[in-house]
């Protein structure tokens, strides 16, 4: 099975404490991206990786750390300065031709809940 | 930057009628539409896609409509049926500048009233 896979699926998150999600993906997919959704509101963009050992900074990047060590791979860390980092969290691929980004796939998601 | 505004929010159908979701963009250059549909508890998939060189696309029941002059791009499902039940986003992106990203509507809610 091709695909994103995201985990874990449900995230408990204790005050001041760091987590990481990890976001797979074996499309051998050269960019991927880090979102966020909130009740009501759009994806907003945290981190994206156009190749390995490189990323930027989305709109939301306050917060949130990431790597690209290897190409399937971009897991997300959600610091302690984050101090509203309840929601939903969705990674993303996309094949890349030449400059042309293609589609973006999404994962499955995390929910992240503040104890 | 890009901004993208959708419209409506929620949108209640008959089953069988037809439902048009409609988003408007900013950024002249945006070549790239694609349009999501997202399941409670899931992760958006892609429904159908329209570039900036053509004005329409269909896929079965579902097609896409874009307007550059006037920068908006409308989806359009006909003959709804209980299973296109769900939240739906628009987004638009530059994808050939080497830099691009996403930028999403804030989702049209869509309920099918058998």
């Known amino acids: 099975d091709g695909g994103i896979t995201q985990s874990p699926k449900y995230l408990f998150r204790k005050e001041g404490q760091n987590v990481t999600l990890s976001c797979e993906q074996n499309?051998?997919?050269?960019?991927m991206y880090w979102y966020r959704q909130d009740p009501g509101q759009g994806l907003r963009l945290i981190y994206y990786?156009?190749?390995?050992?490189?990323?930027q900074k989305g709109d939301i990047a306050e917060g949130y750390s990431v790597s690209r060590e290897k190409k399937e791979s971009f897991p997300l860390t959600v610091t302690s300065a984050q101090k509203n980092p309840t929601a939903f969290y969705l990674c993303a691929s996309s094949e890349t031709t030449g400059l042309v980004r293609e589609t973006q796939y999404f994962g499955p998601g995390t929910r992240l809940l503040v104890l | 930057g890009e901004n993208v505004e959708q419209h409506p929010s929620t949108l209640s159908v008959q089953e069988g009628d037809s439902a048009v979701i409609k988003c408007t963009y900013s950024?002249?250059?945006?070549?790239?539409f694609p349009w999501y549909k997202q399941e409670l508890g899931k992760g958006p998939q892609l429904i159908i896609d329209i570039r900036s060189n053509v004005g329409e696309k269909k896929d079965q029941r579902i097609a896409v409509t874009l307007n550059k002059t006037a920068k908006h791009f409308s989806l359009h499902i006909t003959e709804t049926q209980p299973e296109d039940s769900a939240v739906y986003f628009c987004a638009a992106s530059r994808t050939n500048f080497g830099n691009e990203k996403l930028t999403f509507g804030t989702g049209t809610r869509l309920t099918i009233i058998p």
């Open positions: 990786s156009q190749i390995v050992n490189d990323f």
């Open positions: 499309l051998n997919h050269d960019a």
């Open positions: 950024d002249s250059a945006s070549n790239y």
